[in-house]
């Protein structure tokens, strides 16, 4: 396609970093009191939120290659209050804590405001809302259900119809939406990993990059990893490796990594802009099962990105599956059916990245070593936000605390975990071509769908 002869097979949000010296590596033997593992959004905030409780802890977080490079550095940038991938799936799974997580959640994204404030960081924050929208009959029908039940369970949802939703953003696709105000808003996600990197420094965390920690073994009363340079002992260990499931095997069972992928256009024209409405700049996202993300950059480019989930077989992740270009051609061919005034504008970068699913959707925790090491995973892409919660929460196990995170069903509880080899593959497969059929039917879910439904073991784009 036209539309993407030029694009830079290339992360636009690393390639918009102005350059920085590069942070050394471990070297030698190290002692520090916690060691978080993981440079993204997780293991950031842990380092943070370690040291603002206590600038006494003696702090170490390592990273096997640059700040905020995986997931953190690669995503669509919608930092969203929920901490259980949507109301949806917060009722179905969490009903009778859901208030308490909406509450949580809503305080958590205000901290995140606060964060960036105080520690004066440039993420190109601002708290636009979102449009959920509906394309199809089906998804209206749908969207009508969901702020039933969520009106059922306390809230007050601000459904618009096709000419509320057409007068914010123009497209003729849109049949109505539902208005979130105040729940998400939009990041620069590598500069927040960078800002949360030096506002980690300047609390005196020792950060190291290029530094990929190969085993864990107990030391005594504390645990000793090694690195390639050397080693680094600490009586608490963090590990906030997301997909990267290999230093501790059990989370192999509950993790499965997919790839998700995003185009990004060059800036829009004055004109194109006035063609497309979105003045207030919201995030957008559709209903679809196999849905879509959008939103606008600092410059005016739109990001573009979602539909294609994709597994390889054996959990595996390899550099060469960020590059999948039949995927792109579908959401370049999508992206214009969603808004053919813009036909003729060219993409600039197109990329992928692999993500932590599980078969909740949500965010789980756990101890290992005795309780000396907590880890945190299963975002399934939406840990923008949730990353904040989810380092608070491990911190609170580290310390053994007793209070109304660490009571959390959502936190004593497990996900499903899912099947081993073939059978895992297979069935991921399996359901992809199901979601796919149910988003081409009606939105009708067939038998397949509707069991995993049942036992609480799904899969979503």
């Not at 305080?107 to 960036?116: C, P, Q, S, V």
């Not at 504390?222 to 390639?228: D, E, K, Q, S």
């Not at 054996?314 to 792109?328: M, P, V």
């Not at 995170?405 to 497969?429: H, N, T, W």
Request: net charge negative; aromatic share 10%.
């Amino acid at each position: 396609m036209l539309s993407l002869a030029e694009a830079e097979p290339a992360v636009f949000w690393l390639d918009d970093l102005p350059a920085e010296p590069l942070l050394p590596a471990l070297t030698g033997a190290v002692e520090a009191d916690l060691v978080v593992v993981g440079g993204g959004y997780t293991g950031l905030w842990t380092a943070l939120q370690a040291k603002e409780d206590d600038p006494d802890r003696d702090v170490v977080l390592v990273e096997a290659r640059t700040i905020g490079w995986a997931a953190s550095g690669r995503n669509g940038g919608f930092c969203a209050s929920s901490l259980t991938h949507g109301e949806a799936n917060g009722i179905d799974r969490f009903p009778d804590e859901f208030a308490t997580l909406e509450r949580l959640g809503r305080e958590n994204l205000d901290g995140i405001a606060d964060t960036i404030t105080r520690h004066r960081i440039d993420a190109e924050f601002e708290r636009t809302g979102e449009l959920d929208i509906a394309v199809e009959d089906w998804q209206l029908e749908d969207l009508r259900a969901f702020a039933g039940l969520l009106a059922e369970h306390g809230s007050d949802p601000v459904l618009l119809d096709r000419e509320q939703t057409q007068a914010l953003v123009h497209s003729p696709t849109y049949l109505g939406s539902r208005w979130d105000a105040d729940g998400v808003a939009l990041v620069h996600p590598a500069k927040l990993a960078r800002g949360l990197g030096r506002a980690c420094q300047e609390l005196g965390v020792r950060v190291f990059e290029h530094t990929e920690v190969s085993s864990i073994a107990t030391d005594g009363d504390g645990l000793r990893l090694r690195c390639p340079f050397g080693t680094v002992r600490a009586g608490q260990v963090a590990l906030a490796t997301n997909a990267f499931t290999g230093l501790l095997r059990r989370l192999g069972n509950y993790i499965v990594p997919v790839y998700d992928y995003a185009l990004v256009t060059e800036p829009l024209s004055a004109e194109q802009r006035r063609s497309i409405g979105w003045e207030g700049r919201q995030g957008l996202a559709d209903l679809g099962n196999q849905f879509h993300y959008y939103r606008l950059t600092a410059d005016n480019r739109i990001l573009w990105g979602g539909y294609d989930v994709i597994y390889h077989f054996g959990n595996q992740i390899r550099a060469e599956h960020d590059q999948r270009l039949d995927t792109f051609a579908a959401l370049a061919e999508q992206f214009f059916d969603t808004f053919p005034q813009l036909e003729g504008l060219r993409f600039s970068h197109r990329w992928g990245g692999v993500i932590d699913t599980c078969s909740r959707f949500t965010t789980f925790w756990g101890k290992a070593y005795g309780g000396r090491l907590a880890y945190a995973a299963g975002y399934t892409g939406l840990g923008v936000g949730a990353s904040r919660f989810g380092a608070r929460v491990m911190l609170d196990l580290l310390d053994g605390a007793d209070n109304e995170r660490s009571r959390l069903e959502m936190v004593r509880s497990k996900p499903l975990p899912f099947p081993p080899e073939p059978f895992r593959y297979a069935g991921i497969q399996l359901t992809r071509r199901a979601i796919d059929r149910a988003d081409r039917n009606g939105g009708r879910r067939n038998l397949w769908l509707r069991a995993l439904d049942k036992v609480g073991l799904g899969f979503e784009s």
